[in-house]
Structures are given as C-alpha cells and as structure tokens.
C-alpha cells in the first residue's frame, strides 16, 4: 500500500524558514511527478511547487524566489525548503506523487506550517 508520509512541519517566525520532508513506501519518487499543495484556513487548496519525474521544477508566484523543492534520490524523499516565510504561508501542507494528474495520485495527511510571531 503505497504511504506518502510529510513531516517538518511547526511554528515559524515571519522571515524564518522551515524544511518540509515527504517520504514514500511502495513507489520511487524519481518515476513520479511530486507537488506539494497548501490548503490554508478558509481558502482553497493551491498548488505551490512541483518537480517532475525528470528533475525540472515550477512554483507559484507567491512562492517563487522563496521556496525550493528537490528530490534525493538515495533517501526517496522530495523536500521543500521554505524560506523568508510569511504569515499568509500559513496552511497545512500536502505532498502528492502522480503520472498523470494529482487528482489520480498519492497523498499524504498533510503537516501544519504556522508562520507567526
């Protein structure tokens, strides 16, 4: 049964950084394109990042310049790396691996990031 499982997630001070993980069993992240998703209080899901099976990434406008996201390949997991972090990053965040579209994939149960003073 394919898990994917995040972790990282807490309380940050605005302008602070957090370091997402997501791990998987069952299936290799590398023949999977993997997004992380943010769903924040009363809003909508949106998109935040992606990198493809093929190791090309995309982000939203309100993250661009800010977030990373990587993939390690030995360890399995794909990571995004926060930084500069707002109060409006404030959301619970969710990775998805897919081939075709997220709405046919893995997720996982999602981990809070809190940004406040």
């Known amino acids: 049964q394919v898990q994917l499982v995040e972790s990282g997630g807490g309380l940050v001070q605005p302008g602070g950084s957090l370091r997402l993980s997501c791990a998987a069993s069952?299936?290799?992240?590398?023949?999977?394109?993997t997004a992380w998703y943010r769903q924040g209080p009363g809003k909508q899901r949106e998109l935040v990042a992606v990198?493809?099976?093929?190791?090309?990434?995309n982000y939203s406008d309100s993250v661009k310049g800010r977030f990373t996201v990587s993939r390690d390949n030995a360890k399995n997991t794909v990571s995004l790396q926060m930084n500069s972090l707002k109060p409006e990053d404030t959301a619970v965040y969710y990775c998805?691996?897919?081939?075709?579209?997220?709405?046919?994939?893995?997720w996982g149960q999602g981990t809070q990031v809190t940004v406040s003073s």
């Open positions: 998805s691996a897919y081939r075709r579209s997220p709405n046919s994939g893995f």
């Open positions: 069952e299936i290799i992240f590398s023949a999977y394109h």
């Open positions: 990198i493809t099976s093929g190791g090309f990434t």
